[in-house]
T-cell receptor, first 110, second 114 residues
Framework: QKEVEQNSGPLSVPEGAIASLNCTYS??????FFWYRQYSGKSPELIMS????GDKEDGRFTAQLNKASQYVSLLIRDSQPSDSATYLC??????????FGAGTRLFVKA | DVKVTQSSRYLVKRTGEKVFLECVQD?????MFWYRQDPGLGLRLIYF???????EKGDIPEGYSVSREKKERFSLILESASTNQTSMYLC?????????????FGPGTRLTVL
């Protein structure tokens, strides 16, 4: 089992819809959780960080963490074509180590 | 804002050449990382450094070395470039005082070895 699992997609949603991206992980000792957005040919950009169970909202983005079920999700409300990118789930496990998922490709149709 | 810069966006080298990739951060971060990213394989950690002159191997250190002579600068060295080292190379940094230990990435260097 991979340490961080994401559906590779592509996930296709119409403009204005809610995009839901999911991630499961295996290390129960994971301390912090991140979502990065990566446009084609560019580097990952941090968009959300969360370390407590529950929801964290920032603009159109909401990160949800459930440590008991070992999943973290990202909701993007009012999706825009500019949100089309690959979204990487990542988690900090301690000892300087951050584990990255392979990413989910999101396509928002205008 | 954290700023991480990398010396080149695109680089083309020949097999056997020695290659230097340089990364500089301006946020006084203690920890710096080098990754490579390949389609289908995701991000893989090559080396990291938690202090000046300190370095630790990541998951795929073979064929690479690193240097950290100053806090803000972390260099990746390919001693003798090979075609299987063609990849996107990403540098990242994080501060020890960070609550989350989130990493911030540079723009990346796309290296092609012919």
């Amino acid at each position: 089992q991979k340490e961080v699992e994401q559906n590779s997609g592509p996930l296709s949603v119409p403009e204005g819809a809610i995009a839901s991206l999911n991630c499961t992980y295996s290390d129960r000792g994971s301390q912090s959780f991140f979502w990065y957005r990566q446009y084609s040919g560019k580097s990952p950009e941090l968009i959300m960080s969360i370390y407590s169970n529950g929801d964290k909202e920032d603009g159109r983005f909401t990160a949800q963490l459930n440590k008991a079920s070992q999943y973290v999700s990202l909701l993007i409300r009012d999706s825009q074509p500019s949100d089309s990118a690959t979204y990487l789930c990542a988690l900090y496990t301690g000892g300087f180590k951050t584990i990255f998922g392979a990413g989910t490709r999101l396509f928002v149709k205008a | 804002d954290v700023k991480v810069t990398q010396s080149s966006r695109y680089l083309v080298k020949r097999t056997g050449e020695k290659v230097f990739l340089e990364c500089v951060q301006d946020m006084d971060h203690e920890n710096m990382f080098w990754y490579r990213q390949d389609p289908g394989l995701g991000l893989r950690l090559i080396y990291f450094s938690y202090d000046v002159k300190m370095k630790e191997k990541g998951d795929i250190p073979e064929g690479y070395s690193v240097s950290r002579e100053k806090k803000e600068r972390f260099s990746l060295i390919l001693e003798s470039a090979s075609t299987n080292q063609t990849s996107m190379y990403l540098c990242a940094s994080t501060g020890s005082s960070s609550s989350y230990n989130e990493q911030f990435f540079g723009p990346g260097t796309r290296l092609t070895v012919l």
